[in-house]
């Protein structure tokens, strides 16, 4: 099975920061990694898939990067409603793996 | 606009068996590749299982051999059948829709499953 490491697991940040997320996979996934956004007590909500498209109606602070086995999700400049828990999620093979999530908190 | 709605979580003992229910709106469950994803409290995303819109189903190692996955394609609605269960399976139960076997698109609400004694 294909393991995803996310870094790193808490992030503190302040309002304006640029804050950078990274996952990992323990083999190559070409481009098949999505970004989730998770707020307490809600489903998740996708963000970037195919490591770097923006999903529709996602603010454009938000960017992916990476193929092969690193990847990064990037918010150019966090604003409130971006303190969250962030997941990477691979779907190159017939089982989805997820990483283990990134909680980004107010510094 | 597209609902899923997940119905059926409580608490159960282990050992005990349980079905999920998922009748979404706005889409047709045979028509995609549809999937439950748990988190246990206080912790991350774990994929269960998915079946494709073409049938295939597969489960992650933890459900095999104990989770079940189906639809019911006269009532739009997704199953997961989950015996023998284990305080391990505690977690929160979403139904999802995916982009073919990749990202998910749609996510429940999530129905709440607990195993206790």
């Known amino acids: 099975d294909i393991q995803m490491t996310q870094s790193p697991s808490t992030l503190s940040a302040s309002v304006g920061d640029r804050v950078t997320i990274t996952c990992r996979a323990s083999q190559s996934i070409s481009t098949w990694l999505a970004w989730y956004q998770q707020k307490p007590g809600k489903a998740p909500n996708l963000l970037i898939y195919?490591?770097?498209n923006l999903q529709s109606g996602v603010s454009s602070r938000f960017s992916g990067s990476g193929s092969g086995t690193e990847f990064t999700l990037t918010i150019s400049s966090l604003q409130p409603d971006d303190f969250a828990t962030y997941y990477c999620q691979q779907y190159n093979s017939y089982s989805w793996t997820f990483g283990q999530g990134t909680k980004v908190e107010i510094k | 606009e597209v609902q899923l709605v997940e119905t059926g979580g409580g608490l159960i003992q282990p050992g005990g068996s349980l079905r999920l229910s998922c009748a979404p709106s706005?889409?047709?469950?045979?028509?995609?590749?549809m999937s439950w994803v748990r988190q246990a409290p206080g912790k991350g995303l774990d994929w269960v299982s998915i079946?494709?819109?073409?049938?295939?189903?597969y489960y992650a190692d933890s459900a095999k051999g104990r989770f079940t996955i189906s639809r019911d394609n006269s009532k739009n609605t997704l199953y997961l059948q989950m015996n023998s269960l284990r305080a391990d399976d505690t977690a929160v139960y979403y139904c999802?829709?995916?982009?073919?076997?990749?990202?998910?698109?749609?996510w429940g609400q999530g129905t709440l499953v607990t195993v206790s004694s």
């Open positions: 195919k490591a770097s």
């Open positions: 079946i494709y819109s073409g049938g295939s189903t």
């Open positions: 706005g889409f047709i469950v045979s028509n995609n590749y």
């Open positions: 999802v829709r995916a982009h073919s076997n990749d990202y998910i698109m749609d």
